[in-house]
């Protein structure tokens, strides 16, 4: 999370190994106490991931899981328990993405797949959340008994798991346990993953050995394919007249956006971010030019330079339907350079084996010469509202101007889906903010626990909860949690009376919902304040209002019907035809 530190940072600062084993015998170093030979699996479990930076966990216990949560609640890491499942997988997403890594913590099935979608969401986005639930005890499934939350075997949830994780495993044998939980950790750091750990409550107790539980090595680059890749990669940058850098979300999950930012300043080329990465760089650098993603980025300038640049430079970039505008993007391989953590693409090649950072170290290592690049656009600082404009009527367009011009260094934009999500890519602010939202997975409902994960991992930061009065009804009862643990986001129910975006691809009765008096909620959930905003002043007021709180602020921002952000309207005009729907 480049310049703010998280207050815990950790997991990112993990991304190329670090060992929670430091201090002990193996490594030989003595800063951290080593592990006793043998604990009881559910310290070690907690313990573990205390070590590798996860300081608090969000779920909600069951029975099969109370065992488990007791020794939650003896560990180092604060536990939050949330209304229901899906919001505590948004808040260890979250969480997640700011601090490096982070828990949800769940009871068998009825939680376990209450989270799912959640969680199918930070394996989709990269982000690395640890799933621990609660499960039948091994003596329960020796006869394969109908035990209650069981599906259809035993096996059912975990494998249901497989297909959102990078790795999985159910803790049956005493041995194993510990080198299981540590592969399991050490997958979910190192790919930047969900992984899934199943713990049958009779087994949480019991004394499992440690010692031999090390990490695997961190793989490493094939020395002959990385000077291959990056010669062919030097060639094409060093030939080029207008390269731009396109900064992807893997730069800020890895932590590598200032690497990336000091090799465009050097080679003084302008750097573009993506939906997914908008804020991996910060908006008011000088070389910053705006989003990208075809028909939907953010201005006209943007989308003209990286399509006319002879050499378009990718690092860390999901090429994703989202990301590329709904494929309205034009971008030729012959001049495209895309380095990920899976492999490396220069114009028609394809490099396996070599490592993200390194080939990253190596162009930043490189002698390049500096290019002749001159902003077309140098950044201007938004307008502010003039005393005529006071009375006028909200649009979307309007508001993100205006949210734009409170914006400071200690906020963070969390987007639900939605004109949420689709309009802050216009968002430009004088300083640097952090952005967090679904860009890709696209999941309703992200918004209002996210802002929970937000906070609690960074302390520092104001949630600005950009969330759609659809999405508000799917969880924004959560906002119960957040006065529970004293936090402060400012929510912007984005109030057009329905499903807008779903209208603009196709209307129906099924774009129908309840009118809800949102602002109601802080009775509700007993704390906050609440605030109604139709007009330009109000929002500007509000928001001003909200931010010299120190407490939850929610907005009741209402918006025309019809109306919605210009990247929205480009975007449902792309989808509709797509879908080959009649307009
Ligand atoms: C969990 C989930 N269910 C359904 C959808 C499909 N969907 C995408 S946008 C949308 C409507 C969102 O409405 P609202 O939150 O009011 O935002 P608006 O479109 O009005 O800006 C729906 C139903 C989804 N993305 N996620
Ligand atoms: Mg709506």
Redesign the pocket.
């Known amino acids: 999370m480049r310049g703010k530190q998280p207050v815990h940072q950790n997991g990112n600062g993990h991304a190329r190994g670090g060992s929670p084993f430091r201090g002990t015998k193996q490594l030989g170093r003595a800063s951290v106490s080593p592990f006793p030979a043998s604990m009881p699996m559910g310290q070690f479990l907690f313990e573990y991931l205390h070590r590798r930076g996860v300081r608090h966990s969000f779920g909600v216990p069951g029975d099969f899981a109370l065992p488990t949560f007791a020794w939650l609640e003896k560990s180092r890491i604060k536990s939050v328990t949330m209304t229901h499942e899906p919001g505590a997988g948004f808040a260890a997403d979250a969480y997640s993405r700011l601090n490096g890594i982070g828990l949800v913590c769940v009871t068998y099935c009825v939680g376990g797949l209450n989270v799912l979608?959640s969680i199918a969401g930070a394996y989709a986005e990269k982000s690395p959340v640890v799933v621990v639930s609660g499960a039948p005890g091994r003596t329960d499934r020796e006869k394969d008994p109908l035990l209650h939350h069981k599906v259809k075997t035993f096996e059912t949830q975990r494998r249901v798991y497989d297909e959102v994780t990078v790795a999985s495993a159910v803790l049956l044998e005493e041995e194993r346990a510990a080198s299981e939980i540590v592969r399991c950790v050490e997958a979910c750091l190192r790919h930047k993953r969900p992984v899934y750990i199943e713990v049958p409550y009779d087994m949480v107790d019991r004394e499992i050995p440690t010692l031999h539980a090390t990490p695997s090595p961190a793989p490493q680059s094939d020395p002959q394919t990385l000077a291959a890749s990056l010669d062919e990669a030097l060639g094409l940058l060093r030939g080029a007249k207008k390269p731009v850098l396109l900064a992807g979300v893997e730069l800020h999950r890895f932590g590598l956006s200032d690497i990336a930012i000091r090799l465009a300043e050097r080679l003084n080329i302008p750097i573009a971010a993506d939906l997914l990465s908008k804020s991996a760089v910060p908006e008011n650098h000088p070389l910053y030019l705006g989003v990208y993603g075809g028909a939907m980025s953010s201005d006209a300038h943007t989308r003209h330079y990286v399509e006319c640049s002879d050499c378009v430079l990718m690092l860390g970039n999901f090429i994703t339907d989202m990301n590329l505008g709904i494929y309205t993007a034009k971008l030729d391989r012959s001049r495209t350079i895309l380095a990920t953590t899976e492999a490396i693409r220069v114009c028609y090649h394809r490099y396996e084996d070599v490592q993200f950072q390194d080939f990253l170290d190596g162009l930043s290592a490189a002698k390049l010469p500096r290019k002749q690049f001159k902003h077309p656009h140098p950044h201007e600082d938004p307008k502010p509202l003039s005393k005529r404009e006071l009375t006028d009527p909200l649009t979307m367009k309007e508001l993100l101007r205006i949210v734009g011009l409170h914006l400071d260094e200690n906020c963070c934009v969390v987007s639900?889906?939605?004109?949420?999500i689709f309009?802050a890519i216009g968002i430009r602010t004088a300083r640097r903010a952090e952005f967090i939202a679904p860009a890709y997975y696209?999941?309703?409902?992200f918004a209002v626990p996210a802002s929970i994960g937000v906070e609690m991992a960074n302390p520092s930061l104001r949630p600005i909860v950009l969330?759609?009065?659809?999405?508000?009804?799917?969880t924004g009862t959560e906002l119960s949690t957040s006065v529970r643990l004293g936090l402060k986001p400012i929510v912007l129910v984005?109030?057009?009376e329905?499903?807008?975006?779903?209208?603009?691809i196709r209307d129906g009765s099924f774009?129908v919902?309840s009118q809800w008096e949102y602002g109601k909620i802080c009775d509700l959930v007993g704390g906050g304040a609440a605030t109604r905003a139709a007009t330009k002043g109000e929002l500007d007021g509000a928001i001003r209002s909200a931010m010299g709180s120190n407490a939850l602020r929610v907005i009741d921002v209402r918006l025309p019907r019809d109306d919605?952000s210009p990247q929205?309207t480009s975007m449902s005009a792309e989808l509709a035809r797509l879908r080959n729907v009649k307009k």
Do not use: E, H, P
Request: proline share 0%.
């Open positions: 979608n639900d889906v939605g004109d949420a309009g696209l999941s309703m409902g969330v759609g009065d659809g999405a508000f009804q799917m984005l109030n057009n329905g499903y807008g975006t779903m209208r603009k774009n919902i919605m929205l």
